[in-house]
């Protein structure tokens, strides 16, 4: 059945996919038994994030990305993510309202992701289900971060190529917000162009960059004037995308990004794991149990609970004796 | 909740039918239950619920009808997950539902039909125990 | 406005307060501990206001309150008594009711059936498809064609809707809004081929497409687009056929958003001079315009809520108008209002108890000054068509209240009433707060772009429903009070689908009747007229005469304004 399905999953199947990136999200062991199969099949799609404060117009941008593409016989995946209560563990998913013109393409797959608690803009398991959608075929996937802070940099480990979408705003605040994220972006967006305080937004927004300048490969990030809702300026802004794509290949800077992508996905399967197996263990064994017991209850601390803990199961190396 | 995870609910709206107090009220219910809701718009087909729902591994399809078209759109629905092979999503549907069409969508496959009123615990209520015997 | 000239009618206010607090010890306390209080706290119903146990001459004093300031007399500045000096003792408001549905026949044969009967009023409504820009035979289309309305694809089916003699016909009102220019190119063009004078009758178009934004209701192009185009339509009115009526903010509509009396009041305010300003932009003058807005609205169940409402609403049109533009005319500064009883109170459970609803309700209308013409819905309109029972039972409710309450034979009875111009202040002052917020974020079409609007909605919508389902708000028969019922179910109005497929079947035979160059021509003067920012209705007049299609003409502005998707629903709470 999961050979079967992985199969499936390198055909494109969508349903098969839809129920991989399910197994990925609950921590399904059949999930990571697929990733592992499917691990071959992945490094070839351009993940384009995009990033951004509330308002911006980000499913909007990420909609009219979308039909760029598909114009240009390309297939597309999208993850976009929205917060999880931090109360009700409950989630309201609704970005991709803005892309439902491209529901029925066969060629285009949108999946919803929450938090899940998770941190940095992403969902816990955006870099796995990116690379489900890559074994699938799509060849340029966007992921659209949560878009309340500037935090939200998680994107930048996983992206290729970032954007980062700002709206004529007033006001110092999205200014710092905006140098915040502007550290990560490839590319600037100014979308709802059209709306008043576009202008001074541009000046402002061109002075950042100014003061960025290129990357140590050469990139200069440029800005991009849009009207999503439109598909004003769009166009251009596409160009820029696949030219990155491109110097990025050219560079060897695709090859760094992936392994830095599967660099990060080992290390956060791996803490994954340890908390897990952690856990395990603390169940299984009462001396570990009371361990954590007796720091609950205040008599022990947890720095000197931590050190037995490890040093119990990962004891500390010591040299040789010379 | 199990089986552990949170349940994922697609709520649409088909066809031209543009009433949203239901589903604004309803989304967050279901989120203050704990379940992940997918809202695709409004002015879907079936073809584009449908599409939206296995891409999305949704359990449920919950289908908010006040405009009366209900019977061109649910039964639909209901066909096209048959074809595209995911049967076992379950199709409930609230709004402005005549009891005899009530009768003939749960003959045609929908498993509740709730109708105005009905207050969103119960909801809530009917998709937890049909979560958690499954 | 002076202040009133008799300090000696003034109560002795610290005489008073002396008394009101020996009474509170000596007469209130002791029935207090006696008999406690039947809740914890006391609010009114939408507002959420705490309503106090008592109002007294101190709570006048208490916000400065001057009769001749504040109240005045009716039919002039400050309009809060009322519109009309005489009131409703010349004439009793107008009472209309709801027509019906169908197709273009069907409603031209109703149309001349009721003007046969004597009324001089017709409302003509649309289909889903009509209202959202898009013709019969649209795939999204299917099931509502000529359901919740008539459908007009082309100038042939406005022409069989308009197939009657106009003789007795005084008031028209088509309630279209999203491609309200093509609406009105079409009943132009259908009047030309008939012969009728326009000017012979008052055609009202609400051609309210922001409130339409907030509500999330049926539009078509983005906000700013949908402000331009109802600019279009306004402005060719006005200079083309100035007895026509092409505006009406039907803040009704925010009211069943679940939006509370202050969100309505200023929501539909900053709507108002969203559109006024967008008309004066164009070269009018204040007093030239602001006589033809008109507000719509239905009252709920909260009795001084509804009343203090309706005088705010009388009150602050006109002070709007003169201290943001200056107008003068009683014409322009004088609110044309419409208000009737609200549904948002109504039950699906019980709906014999509606009539207690709507009979409330109507007194409030009455009470308040609900304008010159009003409405009664069914009470059963929950779940049943219309049938004759319910229309007599909701016209002897007007009437009832009419001739046996003599609510009509004196002019703003309430007011003075403590409780009510106490009320009918927190209102004002809370609606100008409000307006002043949303001038602050730029102004409506701002706070509609930024969502503004649809998320204090959602949020009311969130709160209302959890109200009623924990018992906070006591709806009798929901709530309160319920009883095992019969299973009443729902009628519901079943379109023949042989209708739907005539109705396409009549558009295929107008495609292929007409002269395609000609409609592409048609077409491309509109798409040109849309980008150069001219006023779009000598263009879409053109292109409806040689039977180019609604969905046609709107997907040609659809290519040059873009389509709009509304927010979805994680604004909010």
């Known amino acids: ?322 | 909740m199990s089986p552990g995870r949170p349940l994922r609910v697609l709520l649409a709206k088909l066809g031209l039918d543009s009433h949203t107090i239901g589903v604004t009220v309803i989304a967050r219910a279901l989120r203050d239950a704990g379940m992940e809701v997918i809202y695709s718009g409004l002015k879907q087909t079936p073809e584009m619920v449908v599409a939206t729902a296995i891409q999305e591994g949704a359990d449920v399809i919950g289908v908010s009808s006040l405009s009366a078209a209900h019977m061109h759109h649910i039964p639909r629905v209901v066909e096209l997950l048959r074809e595209e092979d995911a049967a076992d999503t379950l199709v409930i549907a609230g709004g402005v539902i005549p009891e005899e069409d009530v009768r003939e969508l749960q003959r045609r496959g929908v498993a509740r039909v709730f109708t105005m009123g009905t207050e969103t615990g119960a909801i809530v209520a009917y998709l937890k125990d049909w979560w958690e015997s499954r | 406005m002076p202040a009133s000239p008799m300090p000696e009618a003034k109560p002795d206010l610290e005489a008073l307060r002396r008394a009101q607090a020996d009474w509170q010890r000596e007469t209130l306390d002791p029935a207090l501990a006696r008999d406690g209080e039947r809740k914890d706290a006391f609010t009114s119903q939408a507002l959420r206001w705490p309503t106090e146990r008592l109002y007294t001459p101190l709570d006048l004093e208490a916000i400065g309150f001057d009769y001749l300031r504040d109240s005045g007399f009716p039919g002039q500045w400050p309009y809060t008594r009322g519109n009309d000096p005489n009131g409703y003792r010349s004439d009793l408001w107008t009472m209309t009711q709801v027509t019906g549905f169908g197709t273009g026949e069907e409603w031209a044969k109703r149309a001349r059936y009721m003007l046969d009967q004597g009324l001089s009023g017709l409302i003509i409504e649309y289909d889903l498809p009509t209202t959202n820009g898009l013709d019969s035979d649209h795939p999204l289309a299917a099931g509502e064609v000529g359901r919740a309305g008539t459908a007009i694809d082309t100038l042939a089916d406005m022409e069989a809707a308009l197939d009657f003699d106009f003789t007795g016909l005084r008031h028209l009102t088509s309630v279209c809004n999203g491609p309200q220019p093509v609406n009105l190119a079409m009943i132009l063009a259908a009047l030309e081929k008939k012969g009728v004078d326009p000017s012979s009758f008052t055609l009202q178009m609400p051609n309210a497409i922001l409130i339409e934004y907030t509500c999330v209701g049926r539009y078509l192009f983005p906000p700013e687009h949908g402000l331009r185009i109802a600019t279009d339509v306004i402005e060719y009115t006005i200079r083309n056929h100035p007895r026509w009526v092409p505006i009406a903010v039907v803040s009704a509509q925010l009211y069943a958003a679940r939006a509370n009396p202050v969100q309505e009041l200023a929501f539909s305010f900053a709507i108002a001079m969203q559109y006024l300003d967008s008309v004066l932009a164009r070269g009018f003058h204040v007093d030239e315009v602001a006589p033809y807005f008109s507000f719509i609205t239905g009252v709920d169940m909260d009795f001084l809520e509804a009343i203090g409402k309706l005088r705010a609403y009388r009150k602050l049109w006109p002070r709007l108008l003169r201290e943001r533009y200056r107008a003068c005319r009683p014409e322009s500064l004088r609110l044309n209002l419409m208000a009737s009883p609200g549904t948002m109170s109504l039950t699906l459970q019980q709906p014999q108890n509606n009539i207690a609803r709507l009979a409330i309700q109507m007194l409030a209308c009455v009470l308040g000054g609900g304008g010159r013409t009003m409405t009664t819905p069914l009470h059963d309109e929950a779940h049943a068509l219309p049938s004759e029972e319910a229309i007599a039972v909701g016209a002897a409710i007007q009437h009832i209240v009419a001739h046996e309450t003599g609510a009509a034979d004196t002019v703003d009875p309430l007011a003075g009433s403590y409780a009510v111009e106490v009320m009918t202040r927190r209102i004002e002052d809370a609606v100008m707060a409000e307006i002043e917020n949303i001038d602050a974020m730029g102004g409506a079409l701002a706070a509609i772009q930024q969502g503004y609007f649809q998320r204090e909605l959602a949020r009311e919508q969130v709160e209302r429903n959890r109200e009623i389902e924990e018992g906070r708000r006591v709806l009798v028969g929901v709530n309160h009070r319920v009883r095992e019922e019969r299973d009443r179910g729902i009628e519901l109005f079943r379109l023949d689908p042989e209708s739907e497929r005539r109705q396409i079947a009549r558009l295929a035979r107008v495609r292929g009747e007409r002269d395609p160059g000609k409609v592409e021509d048609a077409l491309e003067r509109v798409r040109d007229a849309a980008e150069r920012g001219e006023n779009l209705m000598p263009a879409v007049l053109d292109a409806v005469k040689v039977y180019t299609s609604q969905g046609e003409i709107c997907d040609a502005l659809r290519e040059v304004f873009g389509s709009y998707t509304p927010d979805s629903l994680t604004t909010g709470v």
Request: aromatic share 4%.
């Open chain 1, 1 to 322: 059945m999961g050979e079967s399905l992985t199969l499936r999953v390198r055909n494109g199947h969508v349903a098969s996919g839809a129920r991989l990136l399910g197994w990925l999200e609950d921590g399904d062991p059949r999930g990571a038994e697929a990733l592992r199969a499917l691990h071959p099949a992945t490094g070839r799609s351009q993940v384009v994030g995009v990033t951004g404060p509330p308002g911006a117009g980000k499913s909007t941008l990420v909609d009219t990305l979308v039909a760029g593409w598909r114009a240009r016989g390309l297939r597309v995946g999208v993850i976009a993510v929205d917060p999880t209560s931090p109360f009700s563990g409950g989630a309201l998913l609704g970005d991709r309202v803005r892309m439902q013109r491209h529901a029925t393409d066969r060629d285009v797959f949108i999946r919803s992701m929450a938090t899940r608690g998770q941190l940095g803009g992403l969902a816990r398991h955006t870099g796995e289900a990116c690379a489900v959608l890559d074994a699938m075929g799509y060849e340029r996937i966007a992921v659209e971060t949560v878009g309340v802070g500037q935090d939200e940099i998680d994107v930048a480990a996983l992206a290729h190529t970032t954007l980062v979408v700002c709206p004529p705003g007033a006001g110092d605040g999205i200014q710092a917000q905006k140098a915040g994220l502007l550290e990560v972006g490839d590319a600037l967006v100014l979308n709802k162009a059209d709306h008043p305080g576009a202008d001074a937004a541009e000046r402002d927004l061109r002075e950042l960059l100014h003061l960025r300048g290129a990357s140590p490969e050469g990139w200069q990030p440029r800005l991009f004037r849009t009207v999503a809702s439109r598909g004003e300026g769009v166009a251009a802004l596409l160009d820029a995308i696949e030219a990155h794509g491109r110097h990025l290949r050219e560079t060897g800077g695709f090859a760094r990004v992936n392994g830095r992508r599967a660099r990060r996905a080992l290390r956060e399967r791996v803490l994954w794991r340890v908390e897990e197996r952690l856990l395990e263990r603390a169940q299984a064994d009462p001396a570990l149990g009371s361990l954590l017991e007796r720091v609950a209850d205040g008599s022990l601390d947890p720095y000197t609970a931590a050190d037995h803990l490890l040093e119990a199961w990962i004891p500390t190396p010591h040299p040789d004796p010379e």
